[in-house]
Every structure is written in C-alpha cells, then in structure tokens.
C-alpha cells in the first residue's frame, strides 16, 4: 500500500496569510490525526478526523482548523499565520478497526511564516 | 490529561555502551506506550509498542505502572541509532496519542 502522502512539501508564507494543507491516508484508514513539530516543542497534537468527525483536538487556538472528506483525505487550515506557526506539520493515519493503535506518518509538510 | 515527559532533549553515548531513554507519563486509565523513531531525513515511524513486548533493532522498553515510566534501552548503542525519539501515550480505546518532546540521541564512534 502507499504511504500517507502530504501536499505540498515545502511552504513558505507571509504573517497574516493563510494556508491549507493536505493529507492522504493509507488506503482504508479512516483516522487522520495532524501533529506541529518544533524543536523546541516536540510533536504537538492539533486535532484528529474520524469519518469527516472531529474526534479530538489538542490545545491550539482557533485560527488552526481541519475538516476530513468521504474518501478520508484531510486537511488542514491556518488563517492569520504568525511566525510562530513556522514548523514541520505532519499527518498520521491510522487504522481505526486494528487492535492496536499504531499509526503511521507522512513526510510532513514544512511551513516558514516570514 | 495525558502528559508524556522525556527529561532529556539530547543524550550522547559511544558505540558499544548502554543506552537508556526515559520516558514518563501521566494517565488516570489503562494506558498504551509507544516509542517512535525519526531518523534523519525519514518520516516518523514506530519503533515499538508495550504490549507487543518485543525487542526491535535491540531495543527494549518495559512498561512500570507503579513508576509510571516506559524507558527505552539497549544494551549496546550502534552508530545507525542516533535518531530523534519520541514517547507516546494513548488511552485504551481513545484515539487521542501525545508525544513527548522527544530525546535526541547521537551515538559517537
């Protein structure tokens, strides 16, 4: 099977500016959970998608939204970008009816706010 | 709330000695620990998971509910290890997995 691939690769915006970032999954997971890494933070959790579902999200503010489509490809919206948006953005899906909880990564999606 | 904690960002051990990453959580339920593994220029990937018990690539994490701890070890660090590690919580059938912040391991000829 493909792996989870995300578009684009590299971004590179401006403050103020939004971006939207995309997510296919492996064929046949329904889960899409998206993930900020920084250096110094780590991976941070931003939200997770179940059958176009909100299922959860983590301690971020409003301007980062997502929503999930019927064939489980996902994305991800940031309005009013600041500079300390600039991260690695990384999707992971996961197989919601396998009994363990593993999931697996894209390449992630480089974003610079200049 | 679920918290992950991994106290160390960087650990440098030479090649042949013992390596140990920790990794603590915080979880009122019955929780599942993972470590997953980035490697330069690679995506993240599962190194290995608790309840599976395995030992992968020489890799060992046992799971101590009364510390409340899932430490990585291996009893010989080999150069191909130094990566980004990353510790991971999720509640059983909760589909919500945090990360801690990870350790940076650089394994020294």
């Known amino acids: 099977k493909a792996g989870v691939t995300q578009t684009p690769r590299y971004l590179i915006k401006t403050r103020g500016q939004q971006v939207t970032l995309s997510c296919s999954p492996i064929s046949g997971h329904r889960s899409v959970s998206w993930y900020q890494q920084t250096p110094g933070q780590g991976l941070q959790f931003l939200f997770e998608y179940f059958s176009e579902t909100q299922r959860n999200k983590g301690n971020f503010p409003g301007r980062f939204s997502g929503r999930q489509f019927s064939n489980s490809r996902s994305e991800m919206n940031v309005s009013t970008l600041e500079l300390g948006d600039s991260a690695l953005y990384l999707c992971?899906?996961?197989?919601?009816?396998?009994?363990?909880?593993?999931?697996?990564f894209g390449p992630g999606t480089r974003l610079t706010v200049l | 709330a679920q918290r992950v904690t991994q106290p160390e960002k960087l650990l440098s051990v030479f090649k042949g000695a013992p390596v140990e990453l920790k990794c603590n959580y915080s979880y009122s339920g019955s929780p599942e620990l993972f470590w997953y593994v980035q490697y330069s220029r690679q995506r993240l990937q599962l190194l290995l998971r608790h309840i599976s018990r395995e030992s992968i690539k020489g890799f060992t994490a046992d799971l101590n509910k009364g510390e409340t701890s899932f430490h990585l070890k291996k009893p010989f660090a080999q150069e191909e290890d130094s990566a980004m590690y990353y510790c991971?919580?999720?509640?059983?059938?909760?589909?919500?997995?945090?990360f801690g912040a990870g350790t940076r391991l650089t394994v020294k000829p």
């Open positions: 991971a919580l999720s509640g059983y059938n909760n589909n919500d997995m945090r």
């Open positions: 992971a899906s996961r197989n919601a009816g396998a009994t363990y909880n593993e999931q697996f």
